[in-house]
Nanobody
Framework: QVQLVESGGGLVQAGGSLRLSCAASGRDFSIGGMGWHRQAPGKERELVARISSSGVTNYEDSVKGRFTISRDNAKTTVWLQMNSLKPEDTAVYYC??????????????WGQGTQVTVSS
């Protein structure tokens, strides 16, 4: 099992920045990828950013150039740096971990979520 704990959410004004952190523990963690997802009220959960064990990153179109996902060398912590935040970024943000199969990421483990609210 892998346990994921997010932190760093909060309330910020439009144009501001936040940095989310996700600390991972447990077995079989280092072999997988990690990702950040978000779910706004009334909407489906979407993948915002992901990073493979080799450091390859991918982003959802609406956050490209504004968000950056990164991971420490021990692969136990992943961050999401969010800049130029917009009200439409408001959501609960979830950390995930799971395997890559080829270029596809399969999130298997989930954190509890952290609220990000961007005021206009």
């Amino acid at each position: 099992q892998v346990q994921l704990v997010e932190s760093g959410g909060g309330l910020v004004q439009a144009g501001g920045s936040l940095r989310l952190s996700c600390a991972a523990s447990g077995r079989d963690f280092s072999i997988g990828g990690m990702g950040w997802h978000r779910q706004a009220p009334g909407k489906e959960r979407e993948l915002v950013a992901r990073i493979s064990s080799s450091g390859v990153t991918n982003y959802e179109d609406s956050v490209k150039g504004r968000f950056t996902i990164s991971r420490d060398n021990a692969k136990t912590t992943v961050w999401l740096q969010m800049n130029s935040l917009k009200p439409e970024d408001t959501a609960v943000y979830y950390c995930s971990a799971g395997p890559y199969v080829g270029r596809s990421y399969y999130p298997t483990y989930w954190g509890q979520g952290t609220q990000v609210t961007v005021s206009s």
